[in-house]
């Protein structure tokens, strides 16, 4: 009897994680604007780790004891008490290279550990800026996925949707899909995959990070493969695979 493919499933909120079983699965970490995002165009552009850390606290004693580039938001803005913040235009290869970044977020890195404490087999970080290196990381490992959108506060947000979407568009023959939230990720995907920038304008958190500038970031963060490196969770740091 043949065996079937690996399952796939798309989770939409953080506060929806707890329902899965991650035993045996890698979890890919979704926070398209912007944390993971920034994460693959810091390790693209050379950085020798990143550290996610979900406090303040945290993110200053580790920099502290590593010597490493503090940086963080909450809220779209930089975290007082730390260096920089969660742009991907921050870390340029003149910059960042062979450095190590000390991350904190609202939502992404929070989400990260999350699956860690669930128990999670194997950890990844992916966004737009990747997507090529996500899936063929996916299609190579032949093991059980879960997308994990970090949404908003909880609250489900359409970028990460979209990303989950764009994954499972170009990997799905070689999984098992019986989830109603990777269909509709999908779904959304197709339907706007010509106009993504445009539609992606109509969003939440489009409107409340553009309000700060952010505009070039958040255009940035939904373009293809232009950080195309694949970050991996060991041992408490984020690694090119």
């Not at 997507?131 to 949404?151: E, H, I, N, R």
């Not at 070689?174 to 995959?193: G, K, P, R, V, W």
């Amino acid at each position: 009897m043949l065996s079937q493919p690996p399952a796939l499933h798309t989770v939409l909120s953080p506060r929806l994680l707890d329902l899965y079983d991650l035993s045996g699965t890698i979890v890919v970490i979704i926070d398209v604007f912007r944390a993971t995002s920034t994460i693959a165009t810091a390790l693209h552009n050379g950085a020798s780790r990143v550290i996610p850390v979900d406090s303040v606290e945290q993110c200053i004693r580790i920099g502290n004891d590593t010597g490493g580039i503090t940086a963080g938001e909450r809220d779209g803005k930089v975290i007082p008490g730390l260096s920089y913040g969660n742009s991907p235009a921050e870390y340029p290869r003149s910059f960042i290279e062979n450095k190590t970044l000390v991350l904190t977020t609202t939502n992404g890195t929070r989400l990260l550990h999350k699956a860690l404490q669930n128990g999670a087999a194997d950890v990844i970080t992916g966004s737009f800026p990747n997507l090529s290196a996500v899936c063929d990381y996916l299609l190579q490992q032949k093991m059980p996925v879960v997308l994990g959108c970090s949404a908003w506060k909880d609250r489900v947000n359409i970028e990460d949707a979209l990303f989950a979407g764009a994954v499972i568009s170009r990997i799905k023959e070689h999984f098992t899909i019986h989830c109603d939230s990777s269909l509709m990720a999908e779904n959304l995907y197709n339907q706007h995959l010509n106009q993504l920038p445009d539609f992606i304008r109509l969003t939440t958190h489009w409107h409340r990070l553009a309000a700060y500038g952010l505009e070039k970031d958040l255009l940035y963060c939904v373009t293809p493969d232009v950080a195309n490196v694949l970050p991996r969770y060991i041992n408490g740091d984020l690694l090119v695979s």
